[in-house]
């Protein structure tokens, strides 16, 4: 005797049974939709653009913010009411098909409800919730916020447990986001979004640039010491303007007996302005007791592992884009610029006063490139996508140097971090141009 014949002679009302339990596993479905879509455009929504919205007033971002920032609260809330309301749901139809179909109710009661879950309860509001993120939890934020204020209790019950079990099994290492995980996923959002077009190489140069900028060092951009143009305190002020009109830079280093003795700085416009006279001819006459170089600034000098971020700031402060480069000795490495800085994020700089340079680099042939020694392992890596060291030493030849610890010969080549390495040219102590072929995999030697 089946369930149905059992109840037919009773005064049960079969059909207010069955509508009953039919409303409730809608109510209790579309709640299910509701957690699942709100875990999902949580979860997803840009807090950055949240906060945005937030700032201009925006409520429902607010309290999407506020409930994002314990995220572990916000996934354990909705995995619990979730579960809940499944579960609630499964037993009703079991309970409804069975009294319906006997036996054979458990079966259908798994056909269907695995797939009206599936369909109306994960698939459909989590597309909706990716496709909307920030509309959708905006709008979900509503809805969940007093669902975890109710689950708070069991939820803190979960995570003791939870937590126990993890460290029980050596599990749980607790670790904060840093800045370089939040740059790493812009450059990855950023390296997805380029096929689309949203973004082109320039505008991925500029960024990654800016972003480069904390991780960076005045080592890392500085004019060596050899390719400074400086003046002679010693030499008459004849010389010195001549030097001046000769030379592309407006700051010049002045030196007093030997070049790592810098007194002073020289704008050429302040030489100039100096000895200018009221008949708008150059006066080289200087007063009694001074030397032409009296009055010009002081030098600016900054330590070599100096943070780019840091002097940029120091820049600002001082009113001033010239700074001496120096080692924890004091010794003279280099000199930097705010041009320098800015080069990294918008690219090269030039304007008319800039000389002529070779190119770093040429391509050669396929995969084989003729580069010089003093280009900047960083800007090697960025021209080409490629992964040499550039944590080892500043420049290519500084990388060969720092590997085989000598210095190398012409015609001496290198297998080193995948790549062949062979000195084209050397100028006394300086490797000044290096022939650099990707190794292929089928080559052994």
């Given at each position: 005797?089946?369930?149905?014949?059992?109840?037919?002679?009773?005064?049960?009302?079969?059909?207010?049974?069955?509508?009953?339990?039919?409303?409730?596993?809608?109510?209790?479905?579309?709640?299910?939709?509701?957690?699942?879509?709100?875990?999902?455009?949580?979860?997803?929504?840009?807090?950055?653009?949240?906060?945005?919205?937030?700032?201009?007033?925006?409520?429902?971002?607010?309290?999407?913010?506020?409930?994002?920032?314990?995220?572990?609260?916000?996934?354990?809330?909705?995995?619990?009411?979730?579960?809940?309301?499944?579960?609630?749901?499964?037993?009703?139809?079991?309970?409804?098909?069975?009294?319906?179909?006997?036996?054979?109710?458990?079966?259908?009661?798994?056909?269907?409800?695995?797939?009206?879950?599936?369909?109306?309860?994960?698939?459909?509001?989590?597309?909706?919730?990716?496709?909307?993120?920030?509309?959708?939890?905006?709008?979900?934020?509503?809805?969940?916020?007093?669902?975890?204020?109710?689950?708070?209790?069991?939820?803190?019950?979960?995570?003791?447990?939870?937590?126990?079990?993890?460290?029980?099994?050596?599990?749980?290492?607790?670790?904060?986001?840093?800045?370089?995980?939040?740059?790493?996923?812009?450059?990855?959002?950023?390296?997805?979004?380029?096929?689309?077009?949203?973004?082109?190489?320039?505008?991925?140069?500029?960024?990654?640039?800016?972003?480069?900028?904390?991780?960076?060092?005045?080592?890392?951009?500085?004019?060596?010491?050899?390719?400074?143009?400086?003046?002679?305190?010693?030499?008459?002020?004849?010389?010195?303007?001549?030097?001046?009109?000769?030379?592309?830079?407006?700051?010049?280093?002045?030196?007093?007996?030997?070049?790592?003795?810098?007194?002073?700085?020289?704008?050429?416009?302040?030489?100039?302005?100096?000895?200018?006279?009221?008949?708008?001819?150059?006066?080289?006459?200087?007063?009694?007791?001074?030397?032409?170089?009296?009055?010009?600034?002081?030098?600016?000098?900054?330590?070599?592992?100096?943070?780019?971020?840091?002097?940029?700031?120091?820049?600002?402060?001082?009113?001033?884009?010239?700074?001496?480069?120096?080692?924890?000795?004091?010794?003279?490495?280099?000199?930097?610029?705010?041009?320098?800085?800015?080069?990294?994020?918008?690219?090269?700089?030039?304007?008319?006063?800039?000389?002529?340079?070779?190119?770093?680099?040429?391509?050669?042939s396929q995969g084989v490139y003729l580069v010089d020694g003093a280009l900047p392992v960083r800007e090697f890596n960025?021209?080409?996508?490629?992964?040499?060291?550039d944590d080892q030493a500043v420049t290519l030849a500084g990388l060969v140097i720092n590997e085989i610890k000598y210095?190398?010969?012409?015609?001496?080549?290198?297998?080193?971090?995948?790549?062949?390495?062979?000195?084209?040219?050397?100028?006394?102590?300086?490797?000044?141009?290096?022939?650099?072929?990707?190794?292929?995999?089928?080559?052994?030697?």
């Amino acid at each position: 005797m089946t369930h149905l014949e059992v109840l037919a002679g009773t005064n049960f009302d079969l059909q207010a049974f069955i509508w009953l339990n039919a409303g409730a596993i809608i109510v209790l479905i579309i709640f299910s939709a509701l957690f699942s879509g709100s875990e999902t455009a949580l979860t997803s929504a840009s807090r950055g653009k949240l906060k945005t919205q937030a700032e201009k007033g925006n409520k429902g971002a607010q309290r999407a913010l506020k409930i994002t920032d314990d995220r572990e609260t916000l996934i354990s809330s909705v995995l619990v009411g979730n579960n809940l309301v499944n579960i609630l749901a499964t037993a009703l139809a079991t309970n409804l098909f069975t009294l319906l179909f006997g036996d054979s109710g458990v079966l259908i009661t798994t056909i269907v409800m695995t797939m009206v879950v599936l369909i109306f309860a994960e698939v459909l509001p989590k597309t909706y919730a990716i496709a909307r993120p920030e509309e959708a939890s905006q709008k979900a934020s509503r809805f969940i916020l007093p669902f975890i204020f109710i689950f708070t209790p069991i939820v803190v019950v979960i995570k003791t447990l939870v937590t126990a079990f993890l460290r029980l099994l050596g599990l749980l290492e607790p670790r904060s986001e840093s800045l370089e995980d939040v740059q790493d996923e812009i450059k990855g959002r950023i390296e997805l979004e380029i096929p689309t077009g949203m973004f082109d190489k320039e505008d991925q140069r500029r960024v990654l640039g800016a972003l480069d900028i904390s991780s960076l060092s005045v080592e890392d951009v500085m004019r060596h010491r050899s390719e400074i143009d400086m003046l002679n305190a010693d030499d008459p002020i004849e010389e010195i303007l001549a030097q001046c009109m000769t030379t592309p830079h407006s700051r010049l280093p002045v030196y007093k007996d030997e070049t790592e003795n810098i007194i002073k700085i020289a704008h050429v416009k302040d030489l100039y302005r100096n000895y200018w006279g009221q008949n708008e001819k150059i006066e080289t006459s200087t007063p009694p007791g001074e030397h032409w170089y009296t009055n010009l600034k002081e030098p600016y000098f900054v330590i070599e592992t100096t943070p780019l971020g840091i002097l940029m700031q120091e820049f600002l402060e001082k009113r001033t884009h010239f700074a001496l480069v120096v080692d924890e000795y004091g010794a003279l490495q280099g000199l930097v610029t705010l041009e320098d800085i800015i080069e990294e994020i918008v690219g090269e700089i030039e304007d008319e006063y800039d000389q002529e340079q070779s190119e770093p680099f040429k391509e050669v042939s396929q995969g084989v490139y003729l580069v010089d020694g003093a280009l900047p392992v960083r800007e090697f890596n960025k021209m080409l996508n490629l992964d040499l060291p550039d944590d080892q030493a500043v420049t290519l030849a500084g990388l060969v140097i720092n590997e085989i610890k000598y210095i190398p010969v012409k015609g001496e080549n290198f297998a080193i971090f995948g790549y062949r390495f062979e000195i084209v040219d050397r100028i006394r102590n300086r490797v000044t141009q290096i022939r650099i072929q990707k190794i292929a995999e089928t080559d052994n030697s």
